[in-house]
């Protein structure tokens, strides 16, 4: 008797990304993952809203987000919630396709004994007291704006 193989056995969490950031927490499911997009608390989903699927193995796939963004005349929105049993199949259905292409051309990862670095190698690279990029003095100098006021 042969045993087939789900490929999205591989896929062990979620991560939701939106402008501000605010899901930095892992979730379970995809549908977890797209719900909080369209929660209260995600910030512009419709201009930054990412879900990754993470691999065993340290992979990650990017869902696309034509999934659940749409394109209303010259805006582009978020699926509504009536939509989430439609998306969460098709993006299913997509992932098992996407994780068995790309687990045939995954590298076994190395084992810590084997690795060409070790965690304190790499943070003795790192300068805690480097100054601040321009960049992310500006984000930070940002006010609060809409729901951040709250």
């Not at 045939?104 to 965690?119: E, F, G, W």
């Amino acid at each position: 008797m042969t045993t087939t193989h789900d490929p999205l056995g591989m896929i062990f969490a979620y991560r939701v990304f939106d402008l501000r950031d605010r899901f930095p927490e892992p979730v379970e499911t995809f549908r977890e993952a797209l719900e909080c997009l369209q929660s209260d608390r995600a910030y512009l989903p419709e201009l930054s809203g990412d879900i990754v699927a993470y691999l065993r193995g340290g992979y990650a796939i990017t869902i696309p987000a034509a999934f659940f963004l749409r394109r209303q005349g010259n805006q582009v929105v978020l699926a509504s919630p009536e939509e989430n049993e439609r998306i969460e199949a098709e993006v299913i259905a997509w992932l098992r396709k996407a994780v068995s292409e790309q687990a045939a051309h995954l590298d076994k990862p190395l084992p810590v004994s084997k690795r060409p670095y070790t965690l304190d190698e790499l943070l003795t690279q790192c300068d805690p007291n480097a100054a601040d990029s321009e960049e992310l003095r500006q984000w930070r100098a940002m006010p609060d704006v809409g729901r951040e006021e709250w």
